[in-house]
């Protein structure tokens, strides 16, 4: 029985097989060979295990009897999921690109309007994947674009965006927003449809302070809110350049001036005046310090203004005395005492004064004046210079007055010059008998003394190098 029940299956098995026949199948334009015995299009596209569904394309029907020596055209839809205008659909489509599959939903796009193929940004002409049997849908997300108007510093647009933040918006629409700008709402909100955005611009700024340049931004009027913002701080006499209270402009380049101010106190010497005061208990050319003199101190307060570390200005802050200088005091004797002296020829002479003095010797062809000049030899008193007349300073020695040189002898001061002042004479010779003085020596002067009134009773002191 086992035997005949194999040959049974068997002969039916080969009668099965010697029915079947290849039948050639073109799905989406790839050939595929089906052995079938069906005798219809739709039995031949269930041997093949092909699904239809509505959309897909088959020639011919699904209904025909198989053609003879023709392939069965099978053209499948591809599955979309599209997500647009807050609905999700799904769908098959013939269509070759996004837009043909958006078009078959009855979805228009707009210009601006963006769409996420498989969750990337794509666009409409990307062609669609090529079908295959129960493929995957594609994810197609149409993003609809919102209008947003900008307020950009009193200047009005408006632009279409499918960002998702309001930052991202402006920098796809290319408007640049620095650090400095001020955004109403805030650059991170969501967009939304019907969106008002404020853009309150900055003003670029460089500013110079303690060595270092900066440049910046800033939404402040002045320059002091501009330097407020940056945390610098004006202290004292500190000023800027623009001057604080000013505005703001474009690209202002602002220097930051540190003022700072040192005092310093300078000392300077009052010198002390000297009093002469008259003693006559005291000889002639005889002079008793009765009180030192003392310099006295002025001081006075230096104000020294720095800015950014230069000098620009000094000014006297405060001046005082600080001591007050002390007068010297000197009494100078008024008593004439008259002496005597004998002359080397034996004759005495009386004299009131002794005076050292620096003698020099002259001429009258010396004396600066040609021999044709019309006071040729004639001396300051009309006198004919020569021996015995004596070129003297008057404020020391009065003119007229007798005196006896050692050395020269008996002379009268009858003539001036130009370069005897103080403790010097010139002592007159004629031209043929010349002796060529210079040399220190005391002068005597003869009595009698001049009237008190006359006398020059403080001469200039003598030379500290010079002997007496």
């Known amino acids: 029985m086992l035997l005949l029940t194999l040959a049974g299956l068997a002969t039916m098995a080969w009668g099965f097989l010697s029915s079947l026949k290849p039948v050639t199948l073109q799905v989406n334009q790839r050939p595929v060979v089906v052995l079938t015995n069906q005798t219809t299009v739709a039995g031949v596209l269930n041997d093949a295990g092909i699904p239809l569904a509505p959309e897909d394309i088959v020639f011919p029907a699904p209904q025909a009897p198989l053609p003879d020596n023709q392939p069965i055209t099978v053209q499948l839809a591809r599955p979309v999921q599209i997500r647009a205008d807050g609905d999700s659909i799904a769908r098959r489509t013939q269509g070759k690109t996004v837009a043909d599959a958006l078009r078959d939903a009855n979805i228009t796009l707009k210009p601006q309007d963006r769409v996420l193929i498989d969750g990337l940004v794509g666009e409409p002409t990307a062609q669609l994947p090529r079908a295959s049997v129960d493929p995957p849908a594609l994810q197609i997300t149409v993003q609809r674009a919102v209008p947003i108007q900008v307020n950009d510093n009193g200047a009005l647009t408006t632009f279409y965006t499918t960002a998702p933040t309001l930052g991202e918006a402006l920098r796809q629409a290319g408007l640049v927003v620095y ?22 611009r900055s003003r670029a700024a460089t500013i110079n302070v303690d060595g270092r340049t900066f440049r910046t931004r800033t939404l402040g009027d002045t320059i002091a809110n501009l330097i407020a913002q940056e945390g610098i701080q004006l202290a004292g006499k500190d000023y800027t350049i623009p001057a604080a209270t000013q505005a703001v402009r474009e690209g202002v380049n602002v220097q930051v001036m540190r003022v700072k101010e040192d005092f310093v106190t ?66 100078y004797g008024t008593k004439i005492v008259r002496r005597t002296m004998t002359l080397p020829d034996g004759s005495p002479i009386t004299y009131w004064r002794k005076i050292r003095v620096l003698a020099t010797s002259y001429t009258a062809a010396t004396s600066g004046k040609a021999r044709t000049h019309p006071e040729f030899g004639i001396t300051a008193l009309g006198w004919q210079a020569g021996l015995g007349v004596v070129a003297v300073d008057p404020k020391v020695i009065n003119l007229r007055a007798k005196m006896y040189v050692p050395g020269y002898g008996l002379a009268t001061a009858g003539d001036t010059g130009g370069k005897i002042k103080g403790r010097r004479v010139d002592l007159g010779y004629d031209e043929s008998n010349l002796v060529l003085w210079f040399k220190w020596v005391d002068v005597y002067l003869l009595d009698p003394p001049p009237p008190a009134d006359q006398i020059h009773w403080i001469i200039p002191e003598l030379p500290a190098n010079v002997k007496h």
């Open 179 to 200: 650090l400095g700008d001020a955004v109403t709402p805030d650059l991170g909100t969501p967009v939304a449809p019907g969106w008002q955005v404020y853009i309150r």
């Open 266 to 331: 300078e000392a300077e010497a009052i010198p002390y005046d000297t009093s002469w005061k008259p003693d006559p208990s005291l000889e002639l050319d005889a002079h008793v310090v009765t009180q030192a003199g003392m310099e006295g101190t002025k001081k006075r307060t230096i104000r020294i203004t720095y800015e950014n570390g230069r000098e620009v200005q000094r000014s006297i802050d405060r001046e005082w005395i600080e001591a007050v200088p002390v007068t010297k005091v000197i009494n």
